[in-house]
């Protein structure tokens, strides 16, 4: 455009401009007269409307532009104090060997003082491909069917700047029926001081929960699109856009590049006819490399304190998991001690009575023992009220009860037919079966005693006519059954 055009254009603009603002303060001005004229109560009302309606706005300005808040870590405990919940479940009995491995591998890396950086992403999005061009010398292993990683690998790779990095191949992820190979690749993940999530297009759901997984265990990560000369410049550009948008509070960067490896095409011959080629694809991988180097420049040692974090926070998620199926084995343990007293309790009672939770010692002993086992503290009157809430909801329901057992009962012969004392004995099974399983379920989910909550458990259980629940507690009420009809000596 030539250059008496081009102010001819900025004279225009800017008298348009001068013009607006003349016309804007002409009506500002209006306006303010016209509010004088009021009187001074409708002044006052206006000026109070207009102040909150500006409040208004100002708050919605601030929450529009506020600055996002930094994604917090996962927990994590200290070692000293996670060491100790390890051996409490080895005592208990529990399998510890594979937590305190994953303890010995971190004492191991941090001493050998290198840097590790996992491959990360779903099946076939060209990590083993990447691992080649990264380190050209290294053996990759893959299943020829799918073309995943079957076993975590270890690889020695080269940054340009000569630094030496330990490239880890990982299974890739939403393979079918590899829950055991995912396992593997996020416990690698967690392990290593940077992660490369890699991907072939958009980001699917699962792939953004993925990369929001590790970003919550404080992972340094890199997102990068491989096979990114599939796309025209334009194209890749809108996809790195889309990218960024869905990482951006996960991922230190986005880049892309091309891992290279092998691509088949059909070749059209000169004779008309059509060959199937197989060439090799030249990698490019100079913003990865780039982006690599920033994010480990640190080094090792600086970079250990958040890869600790990350494996002692991913050590208490598989302890609380550990914890919780040991407390709910020994929680079934107690459940069935007292429903089992409380069947040799109904049965020493000729006439247990229109009440079917006499046996309250027994109720109140069950309470106890769960409260204790979840480490809930609980006062007697919180167990005197829910003892007495339990009874109110016995009353009501005592014949769906009795309905239930004696339906149970017909499932067994010979058991149905020993008389009542069986069945009030059965009835008292599934009453403190249910009453003990609908309290560890509220104290394990409430991590407090919520009579509300585990009365309705109580309730639904009741109704519940689950047969296998059932078959072991007629199970349970005709082997007390035959130790106190055997003779003794």
Same mark, same amino acid.
């Given at each position: ?28 001005? @209006? ?6 004229? =009021? ?16 409040? !208004? ?117 939403? *393979? ?15 392990? %290593?001081?940077?992660? +490369? ?12 929960? *993925? ?21 025209? &410049?334009?194209?890749? *550009? ?7 948008? #869905? ?16 691509? $088949? ?16 694809? %030249? ?28 494996? !002692? @926070? ?11 199926? %040991?407390?709910?084995?020994? @929680?079934? $343990?107690? +459940? ?7 069947? +040799? ?20 002993? =069950? ?10 503290? /609980?006062?007697? /009157? ?20 009795? &309905? ?10 010979? !058991? ?6 069986? =069945? ?16 560890? @379920? ?8 919520? #009579? ?7 309730? $639904? ?10 078959? #072991?507690?007629?199970?349970?009420? !005709?082997? &007390? ?9």
């Amino acid at each position: 455009m030539p250059r008496r055009l081009r102010l001819l254009f900025a004279a225009l603009a800017l008298a348009a401009l001068l013009w607006l603002l003349f016309a804007a303060a002409e009506r500002a001005l @209006a306006l303010a007269q016209r509010f004088l004229a =009021l009187p001074s109560w409708l002044q006052w009302t206006l000026g109070g409307a207009l102040l909150a309606f500006a409040a !208004l706005g100002l708050a919605v300005l601030w929450w529009l532009l506020r600055p996002r808040p930094r994604r917090r870590p996962v927990p994590a405990p200290d070692r000293g104090s996670l060491e100790q919940r390890l051996d409490r479940l080895r005592e208990r009995g529990a399998d510890t060997a594979s937590l305190h491995a994953e303890l010995g591998e971190l004492d191991r890396r941090r001493g050998s003082a290198r840097v590790y950086v996992a491959l990360f992403g779903e099946i076939s999005t060209g990590k083993s491909s990447l691992i080649r061009a990264l380190a050209p010398h290294a053996h990759v292993s893959s299943d020829a069917r799918g073309g995943t990683t079957r076993e975590v690998g270890h690889y020695d790779g080269t940054l340009p700047d000569g630094r030496a990095l330990v490239l880890a191949d990982v299974p890739g992820s939403r *393979e079918a029926g590899g829950e055991a190979h995912e396992t593997l690749a996020r416990e690698e993940a967690l392990r %290593a001081h940077a992660v +490369v999530y890699l991907c072939a297009g958009d980001l699917t759901r699962g792939q953004a929960e *993925e990369l929001r997984w590790l970003a919550d265990f404080g992972k340094p990560l890199l997102l990068a699109l491989n096979k990114a000369d599939q796309w025209n &410049a334009d194209e890749r *550009e809108q996809l790195l856009g889309r990218l960024r948008r #869905q990482a951006r509070d996960s991922a230190a960067a986005v880049v892309a590049i091309s891992a290279g490896g092998s691509e $088949r095409f059909q070749r059209r011959l000169a004779d008309g006819r059509t060959e199937q080629v197989e060439r090799q694809r %030249a990698p490019a991988l100079e913003p990865l490399l780039s982006a690599l180097a920033r994010l480990t420049a640190p080094g090792a040692a600086a970079l250990e304190p958040l890869r600790e974090h990350a494996v !002692l @926070a991913g050590l208490h998620q598989r302890t609380g998991a550990m914890e919780a199926q %040991a407390r709910a084995a020994e @929680a079934e $343990r107690i +459940v069935r001690s007292y429903a089992r007293r409380a069947v +040799v309790g109904a049965m020493a009672a000729v006439a247990p009575g229109s009440d079917l939770l006499i046996q309250g010692a027994l109720a109140t002993g =069950l309470v106890r023992a769960l409260a204790g086992l979840y480490e809930v503290p /609980v006062s007697d /009157v919180q167990i005197d009220d829910f003892v007495r809430q339990a009874r109110l909801t016995l009353r009501t329901g005592s014949s769906i009860v009795l &309905a239930i057992a004696g339906n149970a009962l017909k499932a067994f012969p010979g !058991l149905g037919t020993l008389g009542g004392g069986v =069945l009030h004995a059965f009835a008292y099974a599934l009453i403190f079966d249910s009453m003990g399983r609908a309290l560890a @379920a509220s104290l394990a989910e409430r991590k407090a005693l919520d #009579q509300h909550d585990a009365g309705e458990r109580m309730r $639904r259980l009741l109704d519940d006519g689950d047969d296998g629940r059932l078959r #072991q507690l007629a199970s349970l009420t !005709l082997e &007390a059954w035959r130790e106190r009809e055997r003779p003794t000596d």
